[in-house]
């Protein structure tokens, strides 16, 4: 099993909707995780950390639920400048490891 | 955040050739940068962890005679991609760690695409 696994999707989200996606972990003892933004061809993009049981940002909200091993990320009001490749990152002794991405297509 | 750049931002080469990639920070001191390479449709995964004024810690798997990392200063680590064979050829991705109290985030550099020919 992967340490770190994501839905490849596509999500395909009218605009202005909300979507949610998960990204889960195998190791229990993880601290910290990250969401970056990656667009095509693009580096990622820094989008929330997360240290304890979750993480709000504007649009964005980020759930860790340490129970099930799993975080979430969610986009309200979705804009089509949303589109992109969603990828979680857990820290693991101080080193990023990351899933291989949810991909969000955000349509008018 | 903070900027992490990086150079060359594309680079086509024949077989057997050398590359040189650039990581730096701009606007601080990363004491800790790490060389990430993504295939496509793949994730990023972390090749090695560069130490300022030490040895770089690689990942298994990876070879540290082909792949030569220098972080000879507090904002430049560079990676050379030693005889490249077009099975190197990939997105090479730098970040460098910043830390804020008990926090630490990791910003990326733009990437260097990597073809050979």
């Known amino acids: 099993r992967k340490e770190v696994e994501q839905d490849p999707g596509p999500f395909n989200v009218p605009e202005g909707a909300t979507v949610a996606f998960n990204c889960t972990y195998s190791?229990?003892?993880?601290?910290?995780f990250f969401w970056y933004r990656q667009d095509c061809r693009k580096e990622p993009k820094l989008l929330m950390s997360?240290?304890?049981s979750g993480n709000e940002d504007g649009r964005f909200t980020a759930q860790l639920n340490r129970a099930s091993q799993y975080i979430s990320l969610l986009i309200r009001d979705s804009k089509l400048s949303d589109s992109a490749t969603y990828l979680c990152?857990?820290?693991?002794?101080?080193?990023?490891?990351f899933g291989a991405g949810t991909q969000v297509v955000v349509t008018p | 955040g903070a900027v992490v750049s990086q150079h060359p931002s594309r680079v086509i080469c024949k077989s057997g050739t050398s590359v040189k990639i650039e990581c730096r920070s701009l606007?601080?001191?990363?004491?800790?940068m790490f060389w990430y390479r993504q295939f496509p449709k793949q994730s990023l995964m972390l090749m090695a962890t560069?130490?300022?004024?030490?040895?770089?810690?690689?990942e298994q798997g990876v070879e540290k005679d082909k792949f030569l990392i220098n972080h000879a200063s507090l904002t430049l680590s560079t990676l050379t991609v030693t005889s490249a064979h077009p099975e190197d050829s990939s997105f090479y991705i730098c970040?460098?760690?910043?830390?804020?109290?008990?926090?630490?985030?990791?910003?990326f550099g733009p990437g260097t695409r990597l073809l050979v020919l």
């Open positions: 970040s460098a760690r910043v830390r804020g109290g008990n926090q630490e985030t990791q910003y």
């Open positions: 190791n229990s003892a993880s601290q910290s």
């Open positions: 997360v240290y304890s």
């Open positions: 990152a857990r820290n693991s002794w101080g080193k990023l490891q």
């Open positions: 606007d601080f001191q990363a004491t800790t």
């Open positions: 560069s130490n300022e004024g030490s040895k770089a810690t690689y």
